[in-house]
């Protein structure tokens, strides 16, 4: 039974031809708002994400990453390679909003579905397309996928140590960070279709998603400043010490901001500190700094850091474990966690909607779908009768 929820974007219905996180992703934060998203999956196998999950997680079966990006959506199955399946996509999106893809570039047009084809249809339809690399880029034909474009990006360049070498990430950053993108484009796009009736293309390119993550050290990079991965675990390669993380006794330690002498003065003014309380030095030195600060904090527990460096005003948190995460009370006063029942999977958790909005609140109208589970529903809006649906499953059409 569909749930009442948030109300912005009723009425606007989107065909997402979707998959991996991207597409879903950015997909699921407009069906949080409201929308109609009726995603198009290829019958008998589905959509990739279906078949895989991080950690091999499939509860009931069922893929915890296919149930991650793809709530409050319809499931319609199509087969786009024969004339029939294309034939209804293009019904679908006579009557839709906002179309959403994220294949390769080519796939669409090859298919009879790309832009061009798709305004001649419905020229008020705002079509959204993301891709790794852009849709007429030297790496067009290449996997635009999260790892690869950290790599490509710089990212993970920028991260870890001298001696360790590059560090990936510990989330598909870039895939969040496009979807997100890719979201906002499409209500500016939608926004402006209100104002002038202009429909339009949007497209998103991952490459430029990671380098927009990245805006504060690419930023000094393009302005002459030489960033290098640090020698020792400071945070980053902009950032002076003691801006980083630190071990203890029993964890590890984040300390932010802080002059090195405000550091010294609660560790008692050691004179090994004592030649670096020049901020000037706290960049060019940073290596040398933090070998120094080091031992000290590996006599005391991370939370009696805690508890002593913010009696100090100086700004520190606990290095949390997921686990520590959710037990965290400004965690818990959040209540980041959406749970809901699945037919196969049985009780799932999942993280809610991430934005809040004071004419209501983003809730769980429909769990993730069954793969076509929505196909005969759709099908019937569009005017086919029982038969014709018959057929076309018989067919393989749907």
């Given at each position: 039974?569909?749930?009442?929820?948030l109300?912005?974007?009723?009425?606007?219905?989107?065909?997402?031809?979707?998959?991996?996180?991207?597409?879903?992703a950015?997909c699921?934060?407009?069906?949080?708002?409201g929308?109609?998203v009726?995603?198009?999956?290829?019958?008998?196998?589905?959509?990739w994400?279906?078949?895989?999950a991080?950690?091999?997680?499939?509860?009931?079966?069922?893929s915890?990453?296919?149930?991650?990006?793809n709530r409050?959506?319809?499931?319609?199955?199509?087969?786009?390679k024969?004339?029939?399946?294309?034939?209804?996509?293009?019904?679908?999106v006579?009557?839709a909003?906002?179309v959403?893809?994220?294949?390769?570039?080519?796939v669409?047009?090859?298919?009879g579905?790309?832009?061009?084809?798709?305004?001649k249809?419905?020229?008020r339809?705002?079509?959204?397309?993301?891709?790794?690399?852009?849709?007429?880029?030297?790496?067009?034909?290449?996997?635009?996928?999260?790892l690869?474009?950290?790599?490509i990006?710089?990212?993970g360049?920028?991260?870890?140590?001298?001696?360790?070498?590059p560090?990936?990430?510990?989330a598909a950053?870039?895939?969040?960070?496009?979807?997100s993108?890719?979201?906002?484009?499409i209500l500016?796009a939608l926004?402006?279709r209100?104002?002038?009736?202009?429909?339009?293309k949007?497209?998103?390119?991952?490459?430029?998603a990671a380098?927009?993550?990245q805006?504060?050290?690419?930023?000094y990079?393009?302005?002459?400043?030489k960033?290098?991965?640090?020698?020792?675990?400071?945070?980053?390669?902009?950032?002076?010490?003691p801006?980083g993380f630190?071990?203890?006794s029993?964890?590890?330690?984040?300390?932010?901001m802080?002059?090195?002498?405000?550091?010294?003065?609660v560790?008692?003014?050691?004179a090994?500190l004592?030649?670096?309380?020049?901020?000037?030095?706290?960049?060019?030195?940073r290596?040398?700094?933090r070998?120094?600060?080091?031992?000290?904090?590996?006599i005391?527990?991370?939370?009696?850091?805690?508890?002593?460096?913010?009696a100090?005003?100086?700004?520190?948190?606990?290095?949390?474990?997921?686990?520590?995460?959710?037990?965290?009370?400004?965690?818990?006063?959040?209540?980041?966690?959406?749970?809901?029942?699945?037919?196969?999977?049985g009780?799932?958790r999942?993280?809610?909607?991430?934005?809040?909005?004071?004419s209501?609140?983003?809730?769980l109208?429909?769990?993730p779908?069954?793969?076509g589970?929505?196909?005969?529903?759709?099908?019937?809006?569009?005017?086919?009768?029982?038969?014709?649906?018959?057929?076309?499953?018989?067919?393989?059409?749907?």
């Amino acid at each position: 039974m569909e749930q009442p929820g948030l109300q912005l974007l009723a009425g606007v219905r989107i065909i997402a031809f979707t998959q991996f996180l991207l597409g879903p992703a950015a997909c699921q934060y407009l069906a949080d708002m409201g929308a109609d998203v009726i995603k198009i999956e290829p019958p008998g196998r589905g959509a990739w994400e279906r078949s895989w999950a991080g950690a091999d997680t499939f509860l009931g079966g069922v893929s915890a990453f296919f149930m991650l990006a793809n709530r409050n959506v319809r499931s319609v199955t199509l087969n786009l390679k024969s004339e029939r399946g294309v034939d209804i996509a293009k019904r679908l999106v006579e009557g839709a909003d906002v179309v959403v893809e994220n294949f390769r570039p080519g796939v669409m047009d090859r298919l009879g579905l790309g832009y061009e084809e798709l305004r001649k249809l419905n020229h008020r339809i705002v079509y959204a397309s993301g891709s790794g690399y852009g849709s007429d880029g030297p790496y067009r034909h290449l996997p635009g996928q999260d790892l690869l474009i950290q790599a490509i990006s710089g990212l993970g360049a920028n991260t870890g140590t001298e001696s360790e070498g590059p560090t990936v990430s510990a989330a598909a950053v870039v895939d969040q960070h496009s979807a997100s993108l890719l979201a906002m484009g499409i209500l500016g796009a939608l926004v402006h279709r209100e104002r002038t009736g202009e429909g339009q293309k949007v497209e998103l390119v991952m490459m430029q998603a990671a380098l927009d993550l990245q805006t504060e050290p690419v930023v000094y990079h393009l302005n002459g400043t030489k960033i290098n991965r640090p020698k020792a675990r400071v945070a980053d390669t902009f950032h002076a010490v003691p801006y980083g993380f630190y071990a203890t006794s029993d964890g590890h330690l984040a300390i932010s901001m802080a002059p090195i002498k405000a550091i010294s003065e609660v560790l008692g003014s050691p004179a090994e500190l004592a030649p670096y309380e020049d901020p000037k030095v706290a960049f060019a030195k940073r290596d040398e700094i933090r070998a120094a600060l080091d031992p000290y904090f590996r006599i005391r527990t991370t939370a009696e850091w805690v508890d002593l460096l913010r009696a100090h005003d100086i700004w520190c948190a606990p290095v949390n474990s997921l686990t520590q995460t959710f037990e965290d009370a400004a965690v818990q006063h959040i209540g980041p966690v959406l749970e809901f029942e699945h037919p196969r999977a049985g009780r799932v958790r999942v993280l809610k909607h991430p934005v809040h909005y004071s004419s209501g609140e983003a809730t769980l109208r429909r769990p993730p779908p069954e793969l076509g589970e929505h196909t005969d529903e759709v099908l019937a809006e569009l005017g086919c009768t029982d038969e014709e649906i018959a057929a076309m499953r018989k067919a393989e059409d749907i």
